[in-house]
């Protein structure tokens, strides 16, 4: 259409010429490369996000208007991600990749994706003198993206070091109004002790009560993170064992 020259004839219009579709699909191929979405997933999208399907649970389909929607309204200015909390294999990862890249595709946004486990690593191996990065070239695309996705939130066991890691991504990103999205396997409730949580304060009780997301990042954290994100539960089946090897794949 442009014979190579990355602009195509608009009759009518101001400049008589706009940019051609190939250098549009080139960049767009340029951000999903830049935006490190993982191999295993690299086949997420929100069209093929699946909410019909035996015993999927009614969260799963709100799951998926919300996202489609969070989309559509996306304001970089705004600044409001997704916390996206649920069981293992509900799709929390799906759908937050299928929203990198919708953005990616409809409005150019720079998006990064990034495991929690891997970037706490990666900060931590950065302290080692023979590792070349230092710790803010580490978290550098961290801080700019516009949109982040921060994956498996809370999956690193806690010490000081983690907490005072997670708080200096989140306020980051919190104080430049940039997006971020997140995902967590960890009940998005109180830490233990904080006494606002369900307590019968029995020693039982405590040793079978489950992790919570408060227990894994803090509970200010915590809080800072319902300022940022809007909270969206995903319950129901893990997706993986009950359906991948099925024609769901
Ligand atoms: N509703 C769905 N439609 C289509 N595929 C799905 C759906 N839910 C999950 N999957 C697929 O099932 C697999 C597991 O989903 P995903 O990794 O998003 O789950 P998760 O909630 O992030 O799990 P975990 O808590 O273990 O990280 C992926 O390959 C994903 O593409
Ligand atoms: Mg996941």
């Known amino acids: 259409m442009c014979a190579g020259s990355g602009w ?11 940019r051609c579709d190939c250098q549009l699909r080139a960049r767009a191929a340029a951000m999903i490369v830049a935006a490190r979405i993982p191999k295993r997933y690299e086949h997420c999208e929100l069209s093929n996000f699946t909410t019909d399907f035996p ?39 799906h759908l937050a990749v299928g ?24 900060i931590q191996n950065s302290y080692n003198d023979s590792v070349q990065a230092t710790e803010l070239q580490v978290l550098r695309p961290v801080f700019d993206a516009e949109v982040l996705v921060l994956d498996e939130l809370g999956a690193v066991k806690p ?3 983690v907490w005072d890691t997670v708080s200096l991504i989140l306020n980051t990103r919190y104080n430049d109004n940039r997006t971020t999205i997140i995902t967590t396997n960890f009940p998005d409730e109180p830490a233990a002790g904080t ?7 029995s ?10 997301l408060g227990d894994r990042i803090g509970e200010r954290m915590r809080s800072r993170l319902h300022e940022m ?21």
Request: glycine share 10%; hydrophobic share 35%.
């Open 229 to 249: 994100c809007r909270v969206v539960k995903m319950e129901g089946p893990d997706f993986r064992t009950k359906f991948k090897s099925a024609s769901f794949g």
């Open 55 to 93: 015993g999927a649970d009614r969260s799963i389909s709100l799951s998926q208007i919300t996202a489609a929607r969070f989309v559509q309204e996306f304001d970089p200015r705004d600044g409001k991600g997704l916390l996206l909390v649920g069981g293992i294999g509900t799709g929390k990862t």
């Open 8 to 18: 195509k004839a608009v009759p009518g219009s101001e400049h008589g010429v706009t």
């Open 159 to 161: 010490s000081e070091w």
């Open 99 to 122: 929203i990198l890249k919708e953005l990616i595709a409809t409005r150019a946004t720079a998006c990064l994706f990034c495991d929690y486990r891997e970037l706490l690593k990666q």
């Open 195 to 201: 006494g606002s949580e369900f307590s019968p304060r």
């Open 203 to 212: 020693s039982a009780f405590a040793a079978t009560r489950r992790e919570s």
